[in-house]
T-cell receptor
Framework: AQSVAQPEDQVNVAEGNPLTVKCTYSVSGNPYLFWYVQYPNRGLQFLLKYITGDNLVKGSYGFEAEFNKSQTSFHLKKPSALVSDSALYFCAVRDAGTASKLTFGTGTRLQVTL | NAGVTQTPKFRVLKTGQSMTLLCAQDMNHEYMYWYRQDPGMGLRLIHYSVGEGTTAKGEVPDGYNVSRLKKQNFLLGLESAAPSQTSVYFC???????????FGDGTRLSIL
């Protein structure tokens, strides 16, 4: 069975500082990995994905994520946080070799303060 | 660009009542999904569809039924609502393969 772990319920960062939101995964085969963001009273919005190729993936709003196969991780990063980045972030995984559906993590709330 | 539209946005039901949540997408996507979001539990897949006329069970299907009579619409039904079904329900759609899912803004359902 596939699974995703987001070990931090909340991450607090000062504006202008770098941010990292952690995600580790477990699948039988090769993973497809995704990050989504959710603002209050809205649906999830796609940020970026890793399918294959370069381990560093760049996405929307200046976010990027690094795929690390040996550590089975896909951490979300941004060099300089903005107050407007405050939201709920979800990591998701599916097994590339099967017809499995996406499995989501429990979410990490990012709070960026001035 | 409408994307994925969910109706209604809010609803309060009494235990035992029935209702249908409607999801409509205008992106010609083959795949459609219904999730529920509960605090601390992320999103859990209720049912999904891989094309018009098809449906399949997800992780938490009990108490729900779905239908996909038209490609653009995916309906979620609660035949006899229970307080445990109080949640925020999200519909999503996607193309095949590794394409990302597009989400609606959710239906907030309370069952008293």
């Amino acid at each position: 069975a596939q699974s995703v772990a987001q070990p931090e319920d909340q991450v607090n960062v000062a504006e202008g500082n770098p941010l990292t939101v952690k995600c580790t995964y477990s699948v039988s085969g090769n993973p497809y990995l995704f990050w989504y963001v959710q603002y209050p009273n809205r649906g999830l919005q796609f940020l970026l994905k890793y399918i294959t190729g370069d381990n560093l993936v760049k996405g929307s709003y200046g976010f990027e994520a690094e795929f690390n196969k040996s550590q089975t991780s896909f951490h979300l990063k941004k060099p300089s946080a903005l107050v407007s980045d405050s939201a709920l972030y979800f990591c998701a995984v599916r097994d590339a070799g099967t017809a499995s559906k996406l499995t989501f993590g429990t979410g990490t709330r990012l709070q960026v303060t001035l | 660009n409408a994307g994925v539209t969910q109706t209604p946005k809010f609803r309060v039901l009494k235990t035992g009542q029935s209702m249908t949540l409607l999801c409509a997408q205008d992106m010609n996507h083959e795949y459609m999904y219904w999730y529920r979001q509960d605090p601390g539990m992320g999103l859990r897949l209720i049912h999904y569809s891989v094309g018009e006329g098809t449906t399949a069970k997800g992780e938490v299907p009990d108490g729900y039924n779905v239908s996909r009579l038209k490609k653009q619409n995916f309906l979620l039904g609660l035949e006899s609502a229970a307080p445990s079904q109080t949640s925020v329900y999200f519909c999503a759609s996607s193309d095949q393969g590794a394409q990302p899912q597009h989400f609606g803004d959710g239906t907030r359902l309370s069952i008293l």
